[in-house]
């Protein structure tokens, strides 16, 4: 992904942010009443306010400096999704089998992590591409692999087998972990409102996914 810093926009700030996905998707009302609705875009996009995030000066500027170290909009980062950051929910603990990320064929080892969001109605599948170093547990057929029999690269949620423990045909490989979603600033201007001495506040800090 060009133009990316592998840094993560601070956490304390981000535990405070608001937003989440945002789809596109055209509704046209017909005569009779119905409506036919299309979808524009295949996958979602998440988006963020971190501006509710900043309590202090000493927040306000760790932004600053932040903003500034990306070049406004010029360079991606990594953001933590105060509620959807792990391959499972909120309240349970990251295991191996968490996801399915594919199906062995006895020649591929490489597999993209992916996290699948369904229900009896649907479902849809979201590529991973910001995993959090060392949180990444693999499995095969359900058994969890030693920490030698793969690696993960961090900038692009690819996991890679090593020789000799390329899954077989058919064998469902599966991954748990943590990750963070690739963003931007959405704005080149950050306007500061200094309440007083030590205290500031930023209305708004926009933040927008970039899709890899």
Known sequence: MSGFHEVRFPLRLALGATGGPVRRTDIVNLSNGREQRNQRWQDSRRSYDAGSGVKSLNDLYAVLEFFEARGGQLHGFRFRDPVDWKSCAPGEAVSAIDQVIG?????????????TYADSGGSWMRRIVKPVSG?????????EQAPGAFSVDAATGVVTFAAG?????????RAGYEFDVPVRFDTDRIEVNLAHFDAGRIPTIQLTEILA
């Open 103 to 115: 199906t062995g064929d006895g020649a591929s080892a490489t597999f993209q992590l992916v996290k």
């Open 135 to 143: 949180t990444v547990a693999v499995s095969v057929n359900e058994g």
């Open 165 to 173: 423990h390329v899954p077989g045909v058919g064998a469902v490989v």
